[in-house]
């Protein structure tokens, strides 16, 4: 049996005024996904517990079979694990955006979508300016580039030190994406660990502030970045291998660090994908033919595509139904007619939580899947859309839940 799991980021959404009140799924011209509903399930699930924050890290972790309340640490050290980074008992992992702030106001969470070797940059300025600034951290804290505008800030405890540590459980820091043109005044981090991380943010502004990236930055028309933003704090998880815990050879196809951290701790194999940015302008052709192409060596192929999130952090309908119609044209299309010709197989499609056109912002919800394949029943269902999967009329579906349904294999 080969099994693919399609993940369309933040695509879940609410009816648009702007595309006649339907939702971006409903506005988008999907017929491969519409055709694999018809033989298939459509239904409901719920990735975010109430408890948990409404982000990727979460409803992520959920989606690929781990229950988030007893796995979840935090978001940082999930990217930690992407860039091959073991975090010790006492250290923690902070999430380190570079963004633009302007007249108290989060203009960009990317700074403009700052390029990975100005983002080096600056963060060596911002070690430099935390040693010269707070000479008590410098020892133990290191901002560590990542790609782009996402980078970490960590936190290495000394190994049978007597020190409490300077984070808590109780930490809760705002994710700047979530302040899309909002203020920052009543965002900063509270909890234990919360002041020192509120002033090195503070102070970050004037560590960047007249650096030569940003001066050639806004010399090309480009945006700054003007601080650094702290959030996602955690220490290391302990995953159950996913081979132990479902049994299939996992393979992960994705742009973004959250996920190729995610991948690394279940155990899965990680491909890079030529023009596999993350973005808007991400190769969807590419992770269709790169996820063909493993079937032949793994058993399950997941393939995740942040665009329809970031239209939507962007507020722009238009993008999230052309994001939509291309993950239909160059990845289910091709994807699910490979899978006809391979005998057994299954596929599932399913958003990981709602992100709307409307906030900006992740929210915690139902989200439509779409299972197809191999010893599924077929629904009577010919869409694949929010309205649709409502209208089946199931019990919402446990998100963690999902992937031992998909596998067949029920598992906790």
Not at 26 to 41: E, F, M, N, V
Not at 257 to 278: C, E, F
Request: hydrophobic share 45%.
């Amino acid at each position: 049996m080969k099994f693919v799991v399609i993940i369309p980021d933040g695509a879940a959404d609410a009816p648009q005024a702007s595309l006649g009140g339907r939702t971006p799924f409903q506005a988008a011209r999907t017929p491969a996904l519409d055709a694999l509903a018809a033989r298939g399930r459509v239904g409901l699930t719920n990735h975010v517990p109430d408890s948990l924050p409404p982000g990727s890290e979460v409803a992520c972790m959920s989606l690929l079979g781990y229950d988030p309340l007893a796995f979840f640490t935090g978001r940082a050290p999930l990217e930690a694990a992407a860039q091959g980074i073991t975090l010790g008992p006492r250290d923690w992992a902070v999430r380190c955006n570079l963004v633009t702030v302007r007249e108290g106001v989060m203009e960009d969470f990317t700074a403009g979508h700052v390029t990975t070797a100005e983002a080096t940059d600056l963060l060596a300025a911002a070690q430099a300016g935390l040693a010269r600034d707070f000479p008590g951290l410098a020892a133990t804290w290191r901002f560590v580039p990542g790609v782009s505008y996402r980078n970490l800030l960590l936190y290495r405890g000394a190994e049978g030190g007597d020190s409490p540590a300077p984070l808590a459980g109780d930490l809760q820091a705002t994710p700047p994406h979530d302040l899309m043109d909002k203020p920052v005044a009543g965002a900063i981090p509270r909890g234990t660990g919360s002041r020192m991380l509120a002033e090195v943010m503070a102070a970050s502004a004037a560590w960047l502030d007249g650096h030569p990236v940003n001066a050639a930055r806004v010399a090309a028309g480009k945006r700054p970045a003007t601080h650094v933003w702290l959030w996602g704090a955690g220490r290391a998880p302990a995953f159950e291998p996913f081979m132990t815990k479902y049994g299939p050879r996992a393979a992960m196809i994705t742009g973004v660090d959250l996920l190729r951290g995610l991948a690394a701790l279940a155990g899965w194999k990680r491909l890079d994908v030529p023009g596999a940015t993350g973005y808007l302008d991400t190769d969807y052709a590419a992770k269709g033919r790169y996820a063909i192409d493993e079937l032949s060596r793994s058993d399950l192929v997941c393939v995740h595509v942040e665009a329809p999130d970031e239209a939507s952090h962007q507020g722009d309908a238009a993008a999230k139904v052309k994001a939509l119609e291309e993950i239909d044209a160059k990845i289910v299309a091709p994807i699910a007619a490979h899978l006809a010709g391979l005998g057994d197989h299954r596929i599932l499609v399913c958003p990981d939580h709602p992100t709307f056109l409307s906030t900006k912002t992740h929210s915690r919800g139902p989200v439509p899947f779409l299972m197809s394949g191999t010893g599924i029943a077929a629904g009577g269902r010919t869409a694949y859309d929010e309205p649709t999967a409502a209208a089946a009329g199931d019990a919402i579906l446990p998100g963690w839940k999902l992937m031992g349904e998909f596998l067949g294999t029920r598992s906790a």
